[in-house]
């Protein structure tokens, strides 16, 4: 099988239209929320995603017929503890002030259910590049939407974005205000 065939390309574009994680299956809302009261944390938190994700799912699928059955979930959640320790590591190293302000989520992708249920759905039953791919769809289907809401909320309750200002001065001169409950997290 080719590296782009029909059937690779399905596998990596179903997520992000048809099978979308957060639109169609509904999986990842509460981190969706909790990460995106701005845009830069929203950006790396789809990156860190959709890399784990990937990754995941390539060494799972690599591993697969090795693992027994009875173990096959805690052998998962190591191989992404692993991948999300890396990655926090690599945050805190190059990305300070995100990686703070992602605090505990970063940690919490360990437990994602798009992941776990990638990995368990995909992964466990399909050689590495299509998991590859099914890793990098979903990530990206996830982040797009952490982007999109992370801009409308940072755009609307700062009237910036990435911390340039947007909303010109004029506005608020006629009156406009930043709407402040779009960068309150939802169970505050």
């Not at 299956?25 to 860190?48: E, R, Y």
């Not at 797009?144 to 506005?171: D, N």
Request: aromatic share 10%; hydrophobic share 50%; proline share 4%.
């Amino acid at each position: 099988m080719s590296l782009f065939s029909k059937q690779n390309k399905e596998v990596f574009m179903t997520p992000l239209n048809l099978d979308h994680p957060i639109l169609i299956q509904v999986l990842g809302i509460c981190s969706a929320l909790a990460v995106t009261s701005q845009l830069k944390p929203s950006i790396v938190m789809g990156l860190a995603v959709t890399v784990i994700t990937a990754f995941s799912n390539v060494i799972v699928s690599i591993i697969r017929n090795t693992i027994p059955n009875r173990i096959r979930i805690i052998v998962q959640l190591v191989v992404v503890a692993a991948l999300v320790t890396i990655v926090s590591q690599i945050l805190k190293a190059y990305a300070y002030d995100v990686s703070v302000q992602l605090s505990v989520y970063v940690g919490l992708i360990i437990t994602n259910c798009i992941l776990m249920g990638r990995l368990e759905a995909f992964a466990m039953t399909n050689k590495p590049w299509p998991s590859f791919l099914d890793g990098i769809g979903n990530g990206l289907g996830y982040a797009f939407i952490l982007i999109l809401v992370g801009g409308f909320r940072e755009l609307f309750g700062r009237g910036s974005l990435l911390g340039f200002k947007i909303i010109p001065q004029s506005f608020y001169d006629m009156g406009y205000v930043d709407n402040g409950m779009m960068l309150c997290l939802p169970w505050h």
